[in-house]
């Protein structure tokens, strides 16, 4: 199977997708978490990418196509999730090109839609486990012990571009230039649009319900 996550900065994605990993076997690929793994490295991509993320803008297509050709390349028979990627319009005919040259193609995309008002609460509560990426948050999804991973018990981290200037400026960009690939998609392929409002657990009901119902196919 391979699927699209699309969503607002917040929506849930990376939540989400992780829960669809341990569902259904698929690779999970998120662009973001790529990225950010690239400037911990202190790599040529991740420097050219760091003041685009920094700011709340879209590193520019060029990089993140080859970036996430290179990752697709790699993925065994069951699958991948795509979170983060592709965000314009340009991205997913990109995308789209590169899997017909090997027979694929993208069999459902989910769209995670969540009201405005949301978002700065989740992101500004936001707290992810630098060494296994786990996603918590302060209020809605706590750790067992406040502050640590309780995967590893290592110390949780704030991410630099979860500031409210910067959150802002995230959600101009996603309307300007990521809202348009949900039409792109509504043309080609199959969406289902899924309430993100609702809390993580009756969130993921729905993306499996979708799923399920796809495998079933
Ligand atoms: P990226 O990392 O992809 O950020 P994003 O799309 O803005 O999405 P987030 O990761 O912030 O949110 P999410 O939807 O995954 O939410 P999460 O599950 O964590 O990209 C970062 C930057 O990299 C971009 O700004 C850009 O510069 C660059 N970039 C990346 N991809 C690119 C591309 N393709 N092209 C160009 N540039 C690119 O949840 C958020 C919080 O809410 C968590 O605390 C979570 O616990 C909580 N939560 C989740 N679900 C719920 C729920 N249902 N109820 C209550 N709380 C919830």
Not at 70 to 77: M, Q
Not at 160 to 184: F, G, I, M
């Given at each position: 199977m391979?699927?699209?996550?699309?969503g607002?900065?917040?929506?849930?994605?990376?939540?989400?997708?992780?829960?669809?990993?341990?569902?259904?076997?698929?690779?999970?690929?998120?662009?973001?978490?790529?990225?950010r793994?690239?400037?911990?490295?202190?790599?040529?991509?991740?420097?050219?990418?760091?003041?685009?993320?920094?700011?709340g803008?879209?590193?520019p297509?060029?990089?993140?196509v080859?970036?996430?050709?290179?990752?697709?390349?790699?993925?065994?028979?069951a699958?991948?999730?795509?979170?983060?990627?592709?965000?314009?319009?340009?991205?997913?005919?990109?995308?789209?090109?590169?899997?017909?040259?090997?027979?694929?193609?993208?069999?459902?995309v989910?769209?995670?839609?969540?009201?405005?008002?949301?978002v700065?609460?989740?992101?500004?509560?936001r707290?992810?486990?630098?060494?296994?990426?786990?996603?918590y948050?302060?209020?809605n999804?706590?750790?067992?012990?406040?502050?640590?991973?309780?995967?590893?018990?290592?110390?949780?981290?704030?991410?630099?571009?979860?500031?409210?200037?910067?959150?802002?400026?995230r959600?101009?960009?996603?309307?300007?230039?990521?809202?348009p690939?949900?039409?792109?998609?509504?043309?080609?392929?199959?969406?289902?649009?899924?309430?993100?409002?609702?809390?993580?657990?009756?969130?993921?009901?729905?993306?499996?319900?979708?799923?399920d119902?796809?495998?079933?196919?």
């Amino acid at each position: 199977m391979r699927i699209v996550l699309l969503g607002a900065p917040g929506a849930g994605k990376g939540t989400q997708c992780k829960r669809i990993v341990a569902e259904y076997g698929l690779l999970h690929l998120s662009s973001g978490d790529i990225l950010r793994q690239e400037r911990t490295a202190g790599t040529e991509l991740g420097r050219k990418a760091q003041s685009y993320m920094d700011s709340g803008a879209l590193v520019p297509d060029e990089i993140i196509v080859e970036m996430m050709a290179g990752a697709i390349s790699k993925v065994p028979e069951a699958g991948f999730v795509l979170d983060g990627f592709p965000r314009t319009v340009n991205q997913a005919s990109e995308l789209d090109k590169s899997l017909a040259c090997s027979g694929q193609k993208i069999d459902a995309v989910l769209n995670l839609k969540i009201d405005e008002r949301l978002v700065l609460e989740r992101m500004t509560g936001r707290r992810s486990c630098p060494q296994c990426g786990a996603v918590y948050h302060i209020e809605n999804l706590k750790p067992k012990v406040e502050g640590m991973c309780d995967n590893d018990g290592t110390e949780l981290v704030q991410r630099p571009d979860d500031s409210p200037e910067v959150v802002a400026n995230r959600l101009k960009t996603y309307h300007e230039q990521t809202e348009p690939v949900v039409d792109y998609y509504k043309n080609n392929n199959t969406v289902y649009d899924i309430d993100a409002n609702k809390d993580a657990d009756e969130v993921s009901a729905l993306v499996f319900e979708n799923l399920d119902a796809l495998v079933k196919a």
